[in-house]
């Protein structure tokens, strides 16, 4: 009888092994995301690359202490310096920004522009050494460069408070492309100051308001895609000490996901906001602010939004925020002809 059993356990097992091959009798593409144990063998095989040394991996490089570097989505090619803006490119932007702002101003709208730096901007000194600075000037030095000359807006450049932060302590996070919430309170802090000259009473909450939490550790966006176990790493939450006033609320629309604020406040301005996966822990601190909030990203959906929900709304204050490598996508979201 346990003869029996155990012949019978065999075949159920080599039967389970079987059954990937053949599905992919049936469709050569399929073994790949059906075969179960794939996540684990890629995870094994990348933790022993790790431990072997390792250091080049698709999309990312491992620099020392586990930091990864973002190769992919032109990512590289901001902090190599290898690309940059024609003149005329300058200028175009600059105007359609001009116009853009002066068309809202009219409205009694007030926009704002924030370009979140790359982690490889703020921290070029964790990019492995082999890795060459090509250029002098970045995309972005040259639009800030252009804008103080010719412009009549101002983009918010995060840089230079992000770079005197980093000095103190960290901000963006090792095996992320992203930063953490001391990162994202600087970049709502700076935001509401901006603001705060239009509306005095939109300045921000000082960071004694909130309490520092470390969450368990986990594999963060970096960690994934090399498919590693071994490189964990704890977020940090800054927790609001004080009670919320600001509700929200999800809604999918087209294939795409809109988040909605609320303030019963009725004498705080309205917000819309396009924005990317930088100002995720950021908006929750930006929608005590304001009476009613619409947070829109830019790429969701599989394509780009255009400005309709400003002309739908007709808010008090406008944020557009794109991280340093979507800066040519910026370009285009504010063309007028797009």
């Known amino acids: 009888m ?57 999309k990312v490089l491992v620099g020392d202490d586990g930091w990864l570097v973002y190769t992919a989505e032109g990512d590289l090619d901001v902090y190599e310096k290898s690309s940059s803006f024609t003149d005329e490119q300058l200028a175009q932007f600059q105007a359609n920004l001009d116009a853009l702002s002066s068309n809202y101003a009219e409205r009694g709208i007030t ?14 000194e964790r990019v492995p050494s082999q890795i060459p600075q090509l250029g002098v000037e970045s995309k972005l030095d040259q639009v800030s460069a252009y804008l103080s000359a010719h412009g009549k807006t101002q983009i918010l450049d995060l840089r230079p408070a992000l770079l005197q932060a980093k000095t103190e302590r960290e901000i963006y996070l090792a095996t992320d492309t992203h930063w953490n919430d001391h990162g994202a ?6 935001l509401m ?63 795409r996901k ?5 303030n019963p406040d009725e004498t705080l301005p309205n917000l819309v906001i396009y924005h990317d996966s930088y100002f995720f822990n950021v908006n929750p601190m930006l929608g005590e602010h304001f009476h009613r909030g619409i947070f829109i990203q830019n790429f969701s959906g599989g394509g780009i939004w255009n400005l309709s929900w400003v002309d739908e709304q007709e808010p008090d204050v406008v944020i557009i925020e794109f991280a340093e490598r979507y800066l040519d ?8 002809n797009r």
């Open 2 to 58: 346990t003869r029996h059993y155990s012949k019978l356990f065999i075949a159920l097992f080599l039967g389970m092994l079987l059954l990937p091959l053949r599905t992919l009798a049936l469709d050569p593409y399929a073994i790949e995301e059906n075969f179960y144990p794939r996540s684990r063998l890629i995870a094994l095989t990348s933790d022993l690359r790790l431990t072997l040394g390792d250091r080049v991996f698709p």
């Open 111 to 124: 926009l704002m522009v924030v370009i979140v730096p790359s982690k490889n901007t703020i921290y070029p």
């Open 185 to 190: 309170y600087l970049a709502y802090s700076l």
């Open 193 to 255: 100051e901006r603001l705060s000259a239009t509306y005095p009473n939109l300045s921000p909450r000082p960071l004694s308001d909130f309490a520092e939490q470390l969450l368990e550790p986990e594999s963060l966006d970096l960690a994934n895609v090399i498919g590693a176990t071994s490189l964990t790493e704890s977020k940090l939450r800054l927790a609001p000490k004080f009670d919320l006033a600001a509700s929200y609320k999800t809604i999918n629309l087209g294939g």
């Open 258 to 262: 809109l988040l909605f604020s609320y």
């Open 329 to 336: 996508d910026l370009f285009k979201f504010i063309d007028p």
